[in-house]
C-alpha cells in the first residue's frame, strides 16, 4: 500500500514557515510523506496568518476550494492552525462556516498534532484546541527542513512591544527566549548535517535574553554562534530600532559569519505617527541609528517594513517616510496599507483618510524605494560577489541561484555539485529584483 500523504499551506512570515517546517517533522515522523498536489493528500493542513486582513481572506477563499477533495475522499483530514486561530472566537467561527476541516488548533500546541488527528479520526465533529501561552516549550519536535542549505532557528517566541497597529503580541504571547545552549547545540547539529547558512528567528531578536537569567544578551549569543565551525553564513530577524545596542552593532562588525545584513523595521518616518504606533523612537533617533550602523559598518544593506495610511497619518507625516526613505537608503522595503485589525489599540482610532489616497502614497513610495534598490544594485556591475548556492533559478534558464551576503539574489550558469558551496560571481547584469553573473571561482 502507498504511503500516507501530507500536505502544508503556509500563509505569513518565516516564523509561519518554520512552524510548518515543525509540523512536517512530526507527520513524518507518523510515517506520512510530503506531497505538492492537494488531491493525493491524506492530511491538509493550513497555517495561517492574521497580521494583514487580506491574508485571512485568502484563508477563507482557499479552504473553500477544499470541499470537493472531501467529498471524494472522506478520510480526508483537513487541519487549519496558525496565527489566525488564537484570535478571540475565530476558531468556532471557522468551525461553523466550514464543517467539513477536522481539526483546528493554535500556534502553542503544534506538538499536538498526532493526538488531534487520532482525536479526528474518531470523531464526527471539528476537533478544536487552542492553548493561551505554553512555556514548557518542547525542545525535542522533529523538524522536515525545506532547503538543506539553509536553515531557520528560532531565538525566542512571542513579542511584548504591543506597536498598536498589531495583532501579533495578542496570537503569539509574551516573549520567551530558548535557552543558549539548545540554540547552540541545534546550530552544531545544523552544521554537522552540512547547513551552511543559519537564520535566527524571532519578532525581536534584540530583546532575545531579557526574559532569562542566563544573562546572555542576542550579541553574546551572535559570538558563541560564530565560532561553529561548517556554519558559513547566520543572518537574523527581526530587529526592534528601539532595543539595538551597540554592544549587537560591534558584534555584527567582528563576528567573522554574520551577513552585513539588517532587517529594521522603520514602519513609519514622522514621530507624530510613531509615537501613535507606539514603536518608542523618533525619526531624529531612527536615522541617528541608521547613521552609527553605517559608520560601524560601512556594506550594511539594510531593508526595512513601512506601514502607509496609519489612522490620521497626514500628508506630512507621509512626506516624512518618504525623507527616511530618502536618507536609510534602503536595500529593500516591504511596504503595506494599515489594516486595521480588531482588538488592537489602533483599531479605536478615526481613520479619516480615504483609501485612494493611501494607495496614491503606496505608490509613491514604492517607485522611490524601487528607484533606490535598482541604482544599489547597478552599482555591483562589474562586481565580483561572494554568493552562497541555494539551488535551481525559477528564471526558467536553467541556470543556479544563490544569494550575497547582502541577501540579494544571483543567478549565474553552474550546475547542482554547486548547491551549498560558496562561490564568487561577476555581476553582468543587474536589474531591480535580482543580479544576474558569471562564475569565476569556487570556494
Ligand atoms: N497593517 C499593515 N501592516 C502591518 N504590519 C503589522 N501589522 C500590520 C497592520 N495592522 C506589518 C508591519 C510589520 C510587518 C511584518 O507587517 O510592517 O513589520
Ligand atoms: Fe508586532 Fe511590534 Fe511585536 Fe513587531 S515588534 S511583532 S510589529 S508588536
Known sequence: ??????????YGCQMNEH????????????????????????????????????AEQRVYGNIGMLKPLK???PDLIIGVCGCMMQQEGMAQKLAQTFPFVD???????????????????????????????????????PIRRASKVSA?????????????????????????????????????????????????????????????????????????????????????????????SDNLIYAMRDCKKVCHQLHLPVQSGSTRILRRMNRHYTKEGYLELVEKIKANIPDIALSTDIIVG??????????DTLDVVRRAQYDLAYTFIYSKRSGTPAAKLEDPTPREIKQQRLQRLIDLQTAI???????????????????????????MMGRTAGNKVVNFEGDASLIGKLVDVLITEPSTWFLNGRLMNVK
Open 1 to 10: 500500500m502507498d504511503s500516507k500523504k501530507f500536505t502544508i499551506v503556509t
Open 19 to 54: 512552524d510548518s517546517e515543525k509540523m512536517a517533522g512530526i507527520l513524518s515522523d507518523m510515517g506520512y510523506e510530503w506531497t505538492e498536489d492537494k488531491a493525493e493528500a491524506d492530511v491538509i493542513l493550513f497555517n495561517t496568518c492574521c497580521v494583514r486582513e487580506h
Open 71 to 73: 467529498q471524494v475522499n
Open 103 to 141: 481539526i483546528i488548533f493554535g500556534t502553542h500546541n503544534l506538538n499536538e498534532l498526532p493526538k488531534l488527528i487520532d482525536e479526528a479520526k474518531a470523531s464526527k465533529f471539528t476537533v478544536v484546541d487552542i492553548h493561551e501561552q505554553d512555556h514548557e516549550f518542547d525542545e525535542s519536535m
Open 152 to 244: 531557520w532557528v528560532t531565538v525566542m517566541y512571542g513579542c511584548n512591544n504591543f506597536c498598536t497597529y498589531c495583532i501579533v503580541p495578542y496570537v503569539r504571547g509574551r516573549e520567551h527566549s530558548r535557552r543558549a545552549d539548545d540554540i547552540v547545540n541545534e546550530v552544531k547539529e545544523l552544521a554537522d548535517q552540512g547547513y551552511k547558512e543559519i537564520t535566527l528567528l524571532g519578532q525581536n531578536v534584540n530583546s532575545y535574553g531579557k526574559d532569562s537569567d542566563e544573562k546572555v544578551e542576542f550579541a553574546d549569543l551572535l559570538r558563541m554562534l560564530d565560532d561553529i565551525e561548517g556554519v558559513e553564513r547566520i543572518r537574523f530577524t527581526t530587529s526592534h530600532p528601539k532595543d539595538l
Open 310 to 319: 496609519f489612522p490620521g497619518e497626514t500628508d506630512e507625516d507621509f512626506e
Open 373 to 399: 534598490t535598482r541604482e544599489k544594485n547597478q552599482r555591483l556591475n562589474g562586481a565580483v560577489v561572494e554568493v552562497l548556492v541555494e539551488g535551481p533559478s525559477r528564471n526558467g534558464k536553467g541556470q
